[in-house]
């Protein structure tokens, strides 16, 4: 059985662009959450989705949106990038609610703004 | 909103001995507390959890303590082994969000 899936896995863009991000969660979770982690430090709360609504949401701008598909996975998306932003990305999918029960992370998207 | 702070940031220890890393947590409503692993350009992997019911879990060599007056949790790694050399992280989940501390870097000597 596969685990989450990430992609791109390395991505160099330039500020002021956008990107995407996607995550494909293990078959039969239904909640999909976003992290970033910067290096260094542990990752940081930006989303959580759950039967493709928006359940949660960290202390990051407007920059930042996501949503969840019929089939559960995911796109995390960032407008107008800047420099701050270059970080791992990790997408977490579990069964219920994460804190319910375990998040299982996928390897991660790592993202370069020039 | 919840804040997680974990010590010490790094920690060696000698191949065969314990490992203790420590957090506290700021949210008395927070309920689910879980260990995570993270070897050099790997995803975090979940070696152990507990709940706010709980006071210890074991897991072979690992066991995590929970002391919800104090608002402190601990990951307790006995007889250290070479492959125990990793970041880890301490979490804390309140309204079902994951909080995580800032990592301790664990490296075994052989």
């Known amino acids: 059985d596969a685990g989450v899936t990430q992609s791109p896995t390395h991505l160099i863009k330039t500020r002021g662009q956008h990107v995407t991000l996607r995550c494909s969660p293990i078959?039969?979770?239904?909640?999909v959450s976003w992290y970033q982690q910067v290096l260094g430090q542990g990752p940081q709360f930006i989303f959580q989705y759950y039967e493709k609504e928006e359940r949660g949401r960290g202390n990051f701008p407007d920059r930042f949106s996501a949503r969840q598909f019929p089939n559960y996975s995911s796109e995390l998306n960032v407008n107008a990038l800047l420099l701050g932003d270059s970080a791992l990305y990790l997408c977490?999918?579990?069964?219920?609610?994460?804190?319910?029960?375990?998040?299982?992370f996928g390897q991660g998207t790592r993202l370069t703004v020039v | 909103g919840e804040n997680v702070e974990q010590h010490p940031s790094t920690l060696s220890v000698q191949e065969g001995d314990s490992a203790v890393i420590k957090c506290t947590y700021s949210?008395?409503?927070?309920?689910?507390f879980p260990w995570y692993k993270q070897e050099l350009g790997k995803r975090p992997q979940l070696i152990i959890d507990i709940r706010s019911n709980v006071g210890e879990k074991k897991d072979q060599r690992i066991a995590v303590t929970l002391n919800k007056t104090a608002k402190h949790f601990s990951l307790h790694i006995t007889e250290t082994q070479p492959e125990d050399s990793a970041v880890y992280f301490c979490?804390?989940?309140?309204?079902?969000?994951?909080?995580f501390g800032s990592g301790t870097q664990l490296t075994v000597l052989p």
């Open positions: 977490a999918s579990s069964l219920r609610f994460q804190g319910d029960t375990e998040a299982f």
């Open positions: 949210d008395s409503a927070s309920n689910y």
């Open positions: 979490a804390a989940s309140k309204l079902r969000q994951l909080t």
């Open positions: 078959s039969g979770h239904k909640s």
